[in-house]
Each structure stands twice: as structure tokens, then as C-alpha cells.
């Protein structure tokens, strides 16, 4: 069964504290890689796609990448509007074009 | 550029009352549409998807049904809700033609008492 699995459940840093978000995989024939960032009560918001092992995607503070196993979010420098949860997705093989996501990563940037 | 509606944003309904739930996507043709299901402190489960008018895969069985009568309306239905439909309900869409990546609607917070 194609599962997605996210560490830490939550995390909480002081402003200017750089740190990592964990994405482990086990999606069978993976078709990419993708992170999102959802804010409480709002839909996910679309940050990354990442398709091959040793791909790197940067987006302002985020840096997203890739191994054969899992992606990690890096974020340099967090701003307390960082703040949010952090989702991501194994696009599944086949038809349909179907995500599977992890349950996310409450992070919470202090000032 | 493309946008995602949703409506209601809210609802509350009591238990054994009908639902539907409307998302509709413009700036676009022929996209893929998905519903989900938020569940408080948990992920998102995929409860249907659609590659076009009429065509409706249903990936867990359940309460709920959907139907897409237009090619940039997906609709989610009930015909008797009950108190485990409560819930962050988000409609997505993606190009077929394009990427891979699906945006997310602003999704109906779903209350059943």
C-alpha cells in the first residue's frame, strides 16, 4: 500500500532558526514529489514538484529535495508568516493522477 | 489564470439531512477534478476523481456520492448524512494536458450535529 509519512508532527523554532521538515515514501512507480503549504481553516497551497533523485526546488526561505527514499523541506531563516502546516504527496502510478499525502507538519515560528 | 470556487464555505446540517457541496473551476478545459476529506489533525483522503463529464471513480466506500454535470463542475452529494461526514471538505483540479501538480480549492468546513 502506497503510504506517505511525515516527521516532525509538529515543530516549533525561534525566528532565524533553520531547520528541516521530513518526507518518507514507500509509493510504488513514484511520479513526483510535492509539497504544499496549508494555512489553518484555508486549502493547501501549492509550493513544489520534484521528479528525480538529486532535484532541489527553492522558493524564497524553502528549499525542497529529493532522494530515492524521502524529500526534505529545508527552511533557512524562518519569519513567523512561515508558520503553517506543511503537506506533502507521492503522485501514484497509473491513471487519475492521484496524490497520496502525509498528514503534515505543524510548524510554528516564534519571534 | 485559473481559479477554484467553493460554496458553501461553512454548513451545518443535522444528522440524516441531504448535502451537496459545489466546486466549479474557471480559465480552464477539461481538468481533472478531485474531492477530499480533512479529518482534524489528519491528511488527505482522496473520496472521489473525475478525467470527465460523467466519469466518476470512487477510491473508499461511503455516505457520499459525486457526479460532475459539467465539464468544470464536480458536485458531492448525500443523501442522509451522519455524524462521521463532519469534516474539511476541498475540491481540486488539475490540466491533463499540463503538470501534475493539483490546486486546491478554499474548501466547506462540514458540521453534522
Known amino acids: 500500500e502506497d503510504q506517505v509519512t511525515q516527521s516532525p508532527e509538529a515543530l516549533r523554532l525561534q525566528e532565524g532558526e533553520s531547520s528541516s521538515l521530513n518526507c518518507s515514501y514507500t509509493?510504488?512507480?513514484?511520479?513526483?514529489l510535492f509539497w504544499y503549504r496549508q494555512d489553518p481553516g484555508k486549502g493547501p497551497e501549492f509550493l513544489f514538484t520534484?521528479?528525480?533523485a538529486g532535484e532541489e526546488k527553492e522558493k524564497e526561505r524553502l528549499k525542497a529535495t529529493l532522494t530515492k527514499k524521502e524529500s526534505f523541506l529545508h527552511i533557512t531563516a524562518p519569519k513567523p508568516e512561515d508558520s503553517a502546516t506543511y503537506l506533502c504527496?507521492?503522485?501514484?502510478?497509473?491513471?487519475?493522477?492521484?496524490?497520496?499525502f502525509g498528514t503534515g507538519t505543524q510548524l510554528k515560528v516564534e519571534l | 489564470s485559473q481559479t477554484i470556487h467553493q460554496w458553501p464555505a461553512t454548513l451545518v446540517q443535522p444528522v440524516g439531512s441531504p448535502l451537496s457541496l459545489e466546486c466549479t473551476v474557471e480559465?480552464?478545459?477539461?481538468?481533472?477534478l478531485y474531492w477530499y476529506r480533512q479529518a482534524a489533525g489528519r491528511g488527505l483522503q482522496l473520496l472521489f476523481y473525475?478525467?470527465?463529464?460523467?466519469?466518476i471513480s470512487s477510491e473508499v466506500p461511503q455516505n457520499l456520492s459525486a457526479s460532475r454535470p459539467q465539464d468544470r463542475q464536480f458536485i458531492l452529494s448525500s443523501k442522509k448524512l451522519l455524524l462521521s461526514d463532519s469534516g474539511f471538505y476541498l475540491c481540486?483540479?488539475?490540466?491533463?494536458?499540463?503538470?501534475?501538480?493539483?490546486?486546491f480549492g478554499p474548501g466547506t468546513r462540514l458540521t453534522v450535529l
Open positions: 481540486a483540479w488539475t490540466d491533463q494536458a499540463g503538470g501534475y501538480e493539483q490546486f
Open positions: 509509493v510504488s512507480g513514484l511520479r513526483g
Open positions: 520534484l521528479y528525480s
Open positions: 504527496a507521492g503522485r501514484e502510478k497509473g491513471g487519475g493522477n492521484k496524490l497520496t
Open positions: 480559465g480552464t478545459s477539461n481538468p481533472n
Open positions: 473525475s478525467v470527465g463529464i460523467g466519469q
